[in-house]
């Protein structure tokens, strides 16, 4: 496929993808080399030079970035300087902060929300339990990471690809595992 070609078959991808997107409460522009879908009926804020997508990397042309700020109540806030690279999800149904100068690998998930209640009687109930995220400032996150409700990841930490971060990660550390747990300090 020649470049011309790839390019407009990407530029076409992202334009469907914000015409496809319906979260009202959207805020700052980011700049997307990669599909974004965002969704819901909360606020979903982007800092200054915050970017979507990264060209040489897995995911580019078949993937799509989604964030979804379920409630109008529900937040996302992606600091400055940040950048995602493909296929990256955050759902939050209470609040999710991005620090600034963030860099977030492929096919990442931020999710403050079980999705659905645990306990088998309340499967299908619409209460569910969600927990405000904090990623701190200059956070370098791996490859296929996912980070779970109520965690909060100190400035300048390192979470290792392939991580599930259920407890909070103090600053200044690298934390890899499932669960992830520190393993040295910087």
């Known amino acids: 496929m020649g470049l011309l070609k790839k390019i407009l078959f990407v530029t076409l991808r992202v334009w469907k993808y914000q015409f496809l997107s319906d979260c009202k409460n959207s805020i700052g522009k980011p700049k997307c080399f990669h599909p974004l879908l965002i969704k819901g009926n909360g606020t979903i804020s982007f800092g200054k030079n915050v970017q979507i997508g990264v060209v040489a990397s897995p995911n580019y042309y078949s993937h799509y970035t989604y964030l979804e700020a379920r409630n109008e109540s529900s937040s996302i806030h992606i600091g400055d300087n940040v950048t995602i690279n493909n296929a990256f999800s955050a759902v ?48 370098f ?42 393993i040295r300090n910087l």
Do not use: W, Y
């Open 92 to 139: 939050a149904f209470s609040k999710i902060i991005i620090g600034n100068a963030t860099l977030i690998g492929v096919n990442c998930v931020i999710m403050d929300n079980d999705g659905h209640n645990l306990h088998p009687q309340e499967r299908n109930s619409t209460t569910i339990p969600t927990e405000d995220i904090l990623i701190g400032s200059n956070v």
């Open 141 to 182: 996150i791996g490859d296929n990471v996912t980070i779970l409700k109520g965690v909060s990841i100190g400035a300048n930490t390192v979470i290792g690809s392939g991580s599930v971060v259920t407890n909070n990660i103090p600053e200044n550390t690298i934390a890899a595992g499932v669960p992830a747990k520190v």
